[in-house]
């Protein structure tokens, strides 16, 4: 007996709600153990809607406690509850009232939806349904409601009070030690946006004035004792009100905007109206505590969350399926605001890292679907790097073929014919189609097909006509349930880079649409000829990866090596080291796999020593270059009968190799920017310190006698976390000789911590090495440690099976057998946290036989388990599928 799989969810199946609530007016009765939540509709017909058409709301985990339809008491037999559904048989043709009572046990929540407790504090998490959770409703994001909000809690307990929109009356109850506020919000939204928070919080005030001089209260709520890390949060809310405002000319729209950060939290944070509620380790940073990795992180997320309060609050989706409208839009956003406020290069090259890392493999895995899913079992399982950094990667093709002007335009006009609506994609690339008279029709295949589209190249330059010819074709790898594909949209940036390292200036082009260096691809096969080309270029093809492609071009190292040097393209520049550096990589493994011996390649190790010395590139960008692909990413590229042992080793093989080649060069970098000063946290700060841990990275297995003494002493004399971990990292990774002391130093320092203790277990867990699991297994019950904690699961559990490819993947098994039973654990407790877990498996079937025949079976196990989440089952099922 397993449990039963949910029925299908289908884009194809969508109705338009029966009934519409325009307003709702909610009372809520906070208190621990049994809260009461009194919830007033005012529910109407939607036009077409037969009189009398029964009325069914959405509940989850629900009960009844009250009913009443224009202020009377309903009959019993008007109604049907049950613990998911509200069903009214036959409600009046005109409008009404319908007045509904819940009670909730807060404190009971473990699933982190709805309405729960974190630490002391009350607060909501509704999206995507989770507000069904809280009252019976139209529990859909095309039900608009304008919603007033009473809380009423015990003043000592919760002084704060706080829900969407704008503060109108607050008062004490006599004689009660309880208080009360209303807050009444004037945008209608879904109510997958309401929010609201009660508890003994401080409060981190500032203000903004909009660019019509209005004036926004701003507060960044958070525990006491923390108000001091709040700072870099609040200048990063600061600089995204004000760059929305320039960049796209979106204004703040109620009084005030609250944050609220809290520690348990399934997601990273969530952008309800006004009111936002972030996972802490999105607000909180000073350098003791928080990486330059974190920074950026914080200054992303809150922009992140700000932005959608246009592009998601202001307009929304119609269904989950357009969740991508959106999610893609709102990160295309925030990758354009960092890379206004840092390098626009480096920034690129993290995001196209993340894409690969993240997003391509679960495109090519048993997880792949296109960024608009037509059908789900679980909506909660498709936030994912498909629909938020593929769906970001079309905005920015849609920006790349319209240009930057045609774009804003049709941006402009979707603001402004969809404000206050929950819309569509079709609605969406209407808007540009119209803006920029261009037919986006095959374009909106981006949304439709699932897979990475492989982009193959081959050149030909004819010296005597001096042409230049590119035969370009596409294709999309077969994937399940998607038998055939057609040729996308795909925009190719690129220049011809001449003999001089100049790009070259070409005559006439045939075979393509080309406006200036973007070349569209749009068939199956395509020849563009470049006439009166001077001398053969070479091709830098898909400059800043202008589309989200594999891209097959056989160049040859000697290519790749002019392109590393002298390509005008920072982006290419990049990836031409990292091909090199691939390639090493993949032949290496292969070597080691087979058990014959291997050298890296010199050429290779020449490109990486060259890189230090380029000053002329920022250290961000050096540090960039410097780093090797990762472990998953050869496993990738390699694709099949994959060995993580075989790839570990030629990884090390590589790194030790660059090592010993440019050591002597390594200890200025290493201590340049350890001379002093205050820390800063901005961009250039963060490059040095970056480029000066990559070079300690180095420097650790380079064979110098002091390696060991230089990596303890920068983990020692640290003033900051991101120098301290990278030191610890060092030492633990590589089983330097102080490994136990510095785990037990950090772990002494930071014991109060939680976000740095997370840090802690994540490089535990991360460790290569065959002790790891059992000193996982042991984390498992160290004191610090909570599995009812997301975080802390996820620095523990998803680090191990995610950033761990030996371990995970051990021959015997015992990796994905403690993933197994951890999900399983988890499971009863919070389905979304352990279905997040579970796709760690997402590409066992790359596995060699062996390996992926024990994760089958520890896939089947779970599989075989009754009382299955429809979180997981859903992932389960589709990962064996
Ligand atoms: N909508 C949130 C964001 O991307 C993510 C989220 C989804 C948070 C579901 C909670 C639950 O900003
Ligand atoms: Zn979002």
Redesign the pocket.
């Known amino acids: 007996m397993r449990s039963e799989t949910a029925p299908a969810i289908r884009l194809e199946d969508y109705q338009p709600p029966l009934y519409r609530i325009d307003k709702v007016a909610l009372n809520v009765e906070l208190a621990p153990g049994a809260t009461r939540v009194t919830a007033t509709l005012e529910v109407s017909r939607q036009p077409g809607t037969e009189a009398g058409a029964p009325l069914v709301l959405d509940g989850d985990e629900l009960s009844l406690a009250g009913i009443k339809l224009n202020g009377e008491a309903l009959a019993e037999t008007a109604y049907a509850a049950t613990a998911d559904r509200l069903e009214l048989a036959s409600p009046p043709a005109d409008p009404f009232e319908l007045t509904l009572v819940t009670e909730l046990d807060p404190d009971a929540n473990t699933k982190l939806m709805g309405l729960y407790r974190s630490s002391a504090t009350y607060c909501t998490?509704c999206?995507?349904e989770g507000f069904r959770r809280i009252t019976y409703f139209l529990d859909r994001p095309d039900v608009l409601a304008v919603y007033t909000t009473r809380l009423e809690a015990s003043k000592k307990d919760c002084p704060v009070l706080l829900a969407n929109g704008n503060l109108t009356e607050t008062g004490d109850i006599e004689g009660t030690g309880r208080h009360y506020a209303v807050w009444h919000d004037p945008h209608p939204k879904p109510a997958y946006l309401f929010a609201l928070v009660a508890g003994d919080l401080a409060e981190v005030p500032d203000t903004f004035t909009t660019m019509s001089g209005k004036e926004v209260a701003l507060n960044i709520y958070v525990e006491h004792g923390k108000e001091s890390l709040c700072d870099w949060a609040m200048d990063s809310l600061k600089r995204s009100m004000r760059w929305d405002e320039e960049v796209f000319g979106r204004e703040y729209d109620l009084d005030v905007f609250n944050i609220v950060a809290v520690s348990d939290f399934?997601?990273?944070?969530?952008?309800n109206k006004g009111l936002n509620i972030f996972n802490d380790k999105y607000v909180l940073a000073d350098p003791e505590t928080a990486t330059d990795q974190d920074y950026a992180n914080i200054e992303a997320v809150i922009a992140?969350?700000y932005f959608?309060n246009w592009t998601g609050n202001r307009i929304t989706c119609r269904d989950w399926f357009q969740l991508c409208l959106k999610?893609g839009l709102?990160v295309f956003r925030d990758q354009e605001f960092s890379s206004d406020m840092r390098s626009r290069a480096v920034k690129r090259i993290a995001d196209v890292r993340l894409l690969k890392s993240h997003q391509f493999p679960e495109d090519a895995g048993p997880l792949a679907h296109p960024v608009r899913p037509r059908t789900y079992h679980e909506i909660?399982n498709f936030?994912t790097a498909t629909v938020y950094e593929k769906g970001a990667e079309v905005v920015r093709m849609l920006q790349t073929l319209l240009g930057e002007q045609k774009f804003r335009a049709g941006l402009d006009l979707y603001f402004d014919r969809h404000d206050g609506e929950a819309t569509t994609i079709e609605a969406f690339l209407s808007c540009f189609e119209e803006a920029s008279s261009t037919d986006l029709e095959q374009f909106s295949l981006w949304y439709e097909q699932a897979g990475t589209p492989v982009v193959s190249v081959e050149t030909e330059y004819d010296p005597d006509r001096k042409s230049f010819t590119v035969s370009l074709s596409q294709e999309i790898p077969p994937i399940a349930g998607q038998k055939s594909s057609k040729p996308a949209v795909i925009p190719l940036r690129f220049g011809l880079i001449g003999p001089n390292g100049e790009d070259m200036e070409t005559g006439s082009v045939e075979g393509a649409n080309v406006a200036s260096d973007v070349l569209v691809l749009d068939k199956a096969h395509q020849d563009v000829v470049f006439h009166n080309v001077a001398a053969a270029p070479v091709l830098s093809l898909l400059r800043g990866f202008s589309a989200p492609v594999r891209l097959n071009q056989p160049l040859h190292s000697e290519e790749l090596l002019f392109q590393a040097a002298q390509d005008r393209d920072p982006f290419n520049r990049w990836q031409a080291v990292q091909t090199l550096a691939m390639q090493d990589l993949v032949r290496l493994a292969g070597l080691v796999r087979d058990g014959s011996e291997g050298t890296p390649s010199e050429d290779v190790i020449g490109v990486f020593a060259s890189v230090l010395g380029e000053t002329q590139l920022d250290e961000a960008l050096r540090a960039q270059a410097l780093t090797l692909p990762s472990e998953a990413d050869v496993a990738q590229e390699i694709g099949k009968d994959v060995n993580p042992d075989a790839i570990h080793t030629a990884r090390q093989m590589l790194r030790r190799a660059v090592a010993a080649r440019i050591a002597s060069s390594l200890v200025p970098f290493i201590t340049d920017q350890s001379a002093g000063g205050t820390f800063s946290p901005d961009a250039k700060a963060a490059g040095k310190r970056a480029l000066a841990n990559r070079c300690l990275h180095y420097y650790a297995v380079s064979g110098a006698a002091d390696a060991t003494d230089l990596v303890w002493s920068r983990f020692a004399s640290a003033d900051n976390m991101t120098d301290r971990l990278a030191a610890l990292t060092l030492l633990v990774h590589d089983h330097m000789p102080r490994e136990e002391e510095a785990l037990a130093a950090y772990r002494e320092r930071h014991t109060d911590s939680s976000l740095a203790m997370d840090k802690w277990f994540m490089t535990q867990a991360t460790a290569p090495g065959n002790e790891t699991l059992h000193r996982v297994k042991a984390l498992m019950s160290d004191p610090s440690y909570d599995a009812g904690n997301p975080n802390r699961v996820r620095s523990l559990l998803q680090s191990f099976a995610t950033g761990n490819p030996t371990q995970f993947a051990r021959m015997d098994g015992a990796g994905f057998e403690l993933i197994a039973e951890s999900v399983l654990e988890i499971d009863k407790r919070n389905p979304q946290v352990a279905s997040r877990l579970l796709t760690s498996f997402r590409s066992w079937r790359a596995l060699d036989p062996q390996r992926s025949a024990l994760a089958e079976s520890a896939l089947l196990r779970i599989s075989a388990c009754e009382n299955l989440s429809r979180d997981s089952r859903d992932i389960v099922d589709r990962t064996l599928q």
């Open positions: 998490q999206e995507a399934n997601m990273g944070a969530m952008e992140h969350e959608h999610e709102t909660n936030y």
